[in-house]
């Protein structure tokens, strides 16, 4: 079989081989190779009769796709893509576009772009979003790089995506590595909300006594209304898996200690380089890290003092919080808070867009996540309203409809973060997305005595209130 093919799929890991078979299955003829032999033989066996070219080598490979070549990569980022590229480039020509589908760092992508522009390559960066059943079945993509590459390759990412009533679940994001950034930000707010509904369900089991089969009703019913989405959905059913190896839920058998790949990291790393506050994702991040040294915190709980969790549930009793009321709070709480950390991640991808120049979206953003990945939530579509009606929006908190859905969960916010800081149970993402709306909306801060203390020990200088100017004091003269 040569140049026949519609476009190549170079990788069958869980990501690769779910979004080769959903390319076949949209009517696209395509090759598909692997690094070892084995995958590409099962995939060769699952494609059954579809126009599939299983590839043993990268020659045949690239022999078999029609020109200019169209190849996606789903290898493990890092060394994996750079491996992957190594193989394929001696066999690539002027004009094919290379896709890095993984999750890679936008900035490593732009070195590569940049790289391959000189054998006249087109390489190009684009997060996928939804695992494997989004892969599969219609994942939401954020392609970045050369706007006539994209072109090229819309008319196949069009129909694998995920189809919304708004449109397909793909979009070209901008230059460069504007994909893979805004990938990565859909990654940070993966982290924030992960974080929260775990800080929810915490609040639930131990202050609350929800069972898991309580706490499956619970979530099942939020999934229902304006939490509606996909992590809330997977959560409700993770309350009713069974233990295979042993009595109860699975849930409660699995070490709490939470592992990551790193994009989350970058976010966060990023948001410090452009000065961005994303405080619910960094805690986000700081709790994964934080939870992973199990053996320290079983030792530190034995010697420092607190509320003992085990009489948490006596703290709600105490004031008057029924269940009921609690569940109500809690819902508030993940909710408002939820609206914290979007309109974090947000303001990231504008201050990116200003920064790099990719006039990146927002609203189209918010469109392309509203189904096939991992964030999709019915809150998306009011975000999606909301930069679409003001595109100057400088925080997506101040959108009028936003405001009266905040207004409405001031109560439950708060009585959630103050019961759990009473109860003695860490409410990192919840509390941070607290205090950063409680700080975005103070009139005056304490940051007059920073600027105080900057001043004192190092002459930098301060402003005053009452006139224009530049000013420093001999602070210890005075003293
Ligand atoms: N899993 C998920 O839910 C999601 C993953 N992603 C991203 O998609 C990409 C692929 O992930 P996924 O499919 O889960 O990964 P898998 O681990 O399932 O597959 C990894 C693939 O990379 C290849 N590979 C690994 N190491 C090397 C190497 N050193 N040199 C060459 N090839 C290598 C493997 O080849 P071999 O079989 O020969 O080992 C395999 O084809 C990653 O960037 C990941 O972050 C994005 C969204 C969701
Ligand atoms: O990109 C993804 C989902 O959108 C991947 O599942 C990613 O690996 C999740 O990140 P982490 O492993 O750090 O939790």
């Known amino acids: 079989m040569t140049k026949e093919m519609d476009i190549g799929v170079a990788g069958l890991g869980v990501m690769g081989r779910n979004l080769a078979l959903n390319i076949a299955d949209k009517g696209f003829s395509l090759a598909v190779y692997n690094r070892h032999p084995d995958p590409v033989k099962e995939f060769a066996a699952a494609a059954g009769d579809k126009p599939v070219a299983a590839c043993k080598t990268v020659e045949e490979f690239t022999r078999a796709l029609k020109r200019p070549r169209r190849i996606l990569m789903l290898v493990k980022a890092g060394v994996g893509v750079e491996n992957t590229i190594a193989?394929?480039?001696?066999?690539?020509?002027?004009?094919?576009?290379?896709?890095?589908?993984?999750?890679?760092?936008?900035?490593?992508?732009?070195?590569?772009?940049?790289?391959?522009?000189e054998a006249g390559i087109r390489y190009f960066g684009m997060g996928v979003s939804g695992g494997e059943s989004g892969a599969r079945h219609g994942?939401?993509?954020?392609?970045?790089?050369?706007?006539?590459?994209?072109?090229?390759?819309?008319?196949?990412?069009?129909?694998?995506?995920?189809?919304?009533?708004?449109?397909?679940?793909?979009?070209?994001?901008?230059?460069?590595?504007a994909g893979h950034y805004v990938k990565m930000i859909h990654n940070g707010i993966e982290y924030g909300d992960m974080q929260l509904i775990a800080e929810a369900y915490d609040v639930l089991k131990n202050i609350g006594g929800l069972s898991n089969e309580e706490l499956a009703e619970t979530f099942s019913t939020w999934n229902q209304g304006e939490l509606e989405s996909y992590l809330v959905q997977i959560t409700a059913h993770i309350?009713?898996?069974?233990?295979?190896?042993?009595?109860?839920?699975?849930?409660?058998?699995?070490?709490?200690?939470?592992?990551?790949?790193?994009?989350?990291?970058?976010?966060?790393?990023?948001?410090?380089?452009?000065?961005?506050?994303?405080?619910?994702?960094?805690?986000?991040?700081?709790?994964?890290?934080?939870?992973?040294?199990?053996?320290?915190?079983?030792?530190?709980?034995?010697?420092l003092p607190g509320p003992d969790p085990a009489k948490a549930a006596a703290v709600a009793q105490a004031r008057g919080i029924d269940r009921k009321a609690l569940v109500a709070a809690v819902r508030d709480a993940l909710y408002a808070s939820k609206l914290c950390s979007y309109a974090q991640g947000m303001n990231l991808l504008r201050l990116a867009s200003i920064e790099r120049k990719w006039d990146l979206d927002l609203p189209e953003i918010a469109r392309i996540w509203q189904d096939g990945?991992?964030?999709?939530?019915?809150?998306?579509?009011?975000?999606?309203?909301?930069f679409a009606s003001d595109p100057q929006l400088p925080n997506l908190l101040l959108d009028p409809s936003l405001v009266e859905d905040l207004r409405g969960r001031q109560e439950g916010w708060r009585k959630v973060v103050s019961l759990a800081a009473e109860a003695g149970l860490p409410t990192l993402a919840t509390s941070a997305s607290l205090s950063y709306y409680d700080t975005i909306r103070r009139e005056r801060l304490p940051a007059n005595l920073i600027q105080a203390q900057r001043d004192f020990f190092g002459a930098h200088t301060y402003k005053r209130l009452d006139r224009d100017g530049d000013l420093h004091t001999e602070w210890s003269a005075g003293s």
């Open 87 to 117: 193989a394929l480039k001696p066999h690539l020509e002027k004009g094919d576009i290379l896709v890095d589908a993984g999750n890679e760092h936008f900035s490593v992508t732009e070195r590569r772009e940049r790289e391959l522009s």
């Open 139 to 177: 994942p939401s993509m954020m392609p970045g790089g050369e706007r006539a590459a994209y072109e090229e390759l819309a008319p196949i990412l069009t129909k694998i995506a995920a189809q919304h009533p708004d449109g397909p679940c793909v979009a070209y994001m901008g230059p460069g590595g």
């Open 239 to 303: 309350f009713t898996v069974k233990d295979p190896e042993g009595q109860g839920q699975l849930l409660d058998a699995i070490l709490d200690a939470s592992s990551m790949k790193g994009t989350g990291t970058w976010t966060v790393q990023d948001a410090a380089t452009l000065t961005a506050a994303i405080p619910t994702v960094a805690s986000a991040v700081d709790a994964r890290v934080l939870s992973s040294d199990k053996q320290g915190r079983v030792r530190i709980s034995k010697v």
């Open 373 to 386: 990945c991992i964030i999709r939530a019915r809150l998306l579509s009011r975000i999606k309203a909301a």
